[in-house]
C-alpha cells in the first residue's frame, strides 16, 4: 500500500454511472421513467433491498436484484438514481410502516451494511444514495418552517413544502475519524460501550456547529481518549458517506503531541483505550482476543494504512 496520496475505492465510495442531476427538474420527463420497460428499480424497504447471489463463496457475486415499474409491487418515493446509455435508474423508496412481503424468486432481502462489501462499483454507488435518501425523507416527511406536509420534489433529490414553498435538501453530518499514532509507530484504538469487549477501532466524532474538520480531531481525541494531538501531524486520507443514518466519515491519521497526557477513556462514550504495535495487533486478532472493524467502514482503511497491508477478513467482527 502506497503511503502517498488519498485512500481509493473505500467500500461506500463507489460508482460508475452518471448521476444525471441535469434531468432531476424535467418531472415530466421523470414521470415518463416509469412507463419505461427498460427502466431498473432499486428498492428500499426498512433499510434492505433486493439482490441475488453472494450466499456462497463459491457462487456468483452478490448484486442488486433490479426490479421493472411494473412489478414493484407497491409505490414509494422515487429518486432518480442515474441514467446510462439511455437506462434510467430510480430507487423506489418505499414507507417504513408497509408491511414486509416475500422476496420475489431469486432474490433475497439484505442491508447495505451486510452486502456492501460485496456489491461491484456499479451497483455500490446506487444502493448508498438510495438508502440515504430512504433514511432522509423517512425521517423528514414535514416542512421544518412550518410543518406542513412537505412533497418529493427534483426527482427526488429534495422535498418542497405546499404551503410555503420553501425547499428542503439532503443532509450529510460531517464526522471525523482519527488513528492516532505515537512515536513508536503505535496506533491508538477505543472500545465503545456498546461494544463487544474485544472490538476496537480508530476514534470518531461529529463535526459541530462552528467548528473546522481538524478542531475536531483535536478536540475528540482529547475528550474520548485524552491525548494531546500535534496539530502540524493532522493528514486527511479522504473521506466516504455512511448512510446510517446521515453521516459523512472523514478520514485522518495523526501524531500525538510531544509531552501530550496519558491515553485515558472518557469513560461515558469510549471505555477503553490502548496502544497497539502491529505485532499486539496480529497476536490478537489471530487468537481471537481482538476484533477491528470490517471492509465497509473507513476505520478498517485507516487501521490498513497505519499497518501497511490489507488486513484478513477473519480479523473483522463481521
Ligand atoms: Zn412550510
Not at 453472494?54 to 409491487?73: I, K, M, Q, S
Not at 410555503?164 to 435538501?169: G, L, V
Not at 474538520?213 to 500535534?230: F, H, P, Q, Y
Amino acid at each position: 500500500m502506497s503511503d502517498k496520496g488519498l485512500l481509493n475505492s473505500l467500500t461506500l465510495a463507489r460508482g460508475t454511472l452518471d448521476r444525471a442531476a441535469e434531468r432531476r427538474d424535467d418531472a415530466e420527463w421523470f414521470d415518463s421513467v416509469w412507463e419505461w420497460p427498460t427502466t431498473r428499480v432499486v428498492i428500499v424497504h426498512q433499510g434492505r433491498t433486493l439482490v441475488r447471489g453472494g450466499t456462497d463463496l463459491a457462487g456468483a457475486p452478490v448484486e442488486l436484484a433490479f426490479l421493472t415499474p411494473v412489478l414493484a409491487p407497491v409505490d414509494g418515493v422515487r429518486v432518480l438514481l442515474a441514467v446510462e446509455d439511455e437506462v434510467a435508474h430510480v430507487a423506489l423508496l418505499v414507507d417504513h410502516a408497509v408491511q414486509p412481503w416475500d422476496a420475489p424468486e431469486g432474490s433475497r432481502w439484505a442491508g447495505l451494511r451486510e452486502v456492501g462489501a460485496g456489491l461491484g462499483d456499479r451497483d455500490a454507488g446506487l444502493l448508498v444514495p438510495a438508502v440515504a435518501l430512504a433514511n432522509w425523507h423517512g425521517g423528514h416527511p414535514r416542512c421544518p418552517r412550518c410543518g406542513e406536509a412537505s412533497v418529493p420534489s427534483q426527482a427526488g433529490w429534495s422535498r418542497t413544502c405546499p404551503a410555503d414553498s420553501s425547499m428542503h435538501f439532503p443532509r450529510s453530518d460531517p464526522a471525523v475519524i482519527v488513528l492516532v499514532s505515537d512515536d513508536d509507530d503505535r496506533a491508538l484504538l477505543g472500545r465503545r460501550v456498546d461494544w463487544p469487549p474485544e472490538l476496537f477501532s480508530t476514534l470518531a466524532g461529529f463535526v459541530e456547529a462552528g467548528e473546522s474538520a481538524e478542531m475536531t480531531v483535536l478536540r475528540e481525541i482529547s475528550e474520548e481518549a485524552g491525548v494531546d494531538i500535534d496539530p502540524s501531524s493532522l493528514r486527511y486520507l479522504g473521506s466516504q458517506p455512511w448512510p446510517f443514518p446521515a453521516s459523512l466519515m472523514l478520514g485522518y491519521r495523526a501524531a500525538v503531541a510531544a509531552g501530550s497526557r496519558v491515553a485515558e477513556p472518557d469513560g461515558v462514550e469510549i471505555v477503553e483505550v490502548r496502544w497497539f504495535t502491529r505485532d499486539e495487533m496480529r497476536a490478537g486478532c489471530e487468537d481471537g482476543s481482538l476484533r477491528i472493524p470490517s471492509q465497509i467502514s473507513i476505520a478498517r482503511r485507516l487501521i490498513e494504512h497505519w499497518y501497511g497491508s490489507a488486513l484478513p477478513d477473519s480479523w473483522s467482527n463481521s
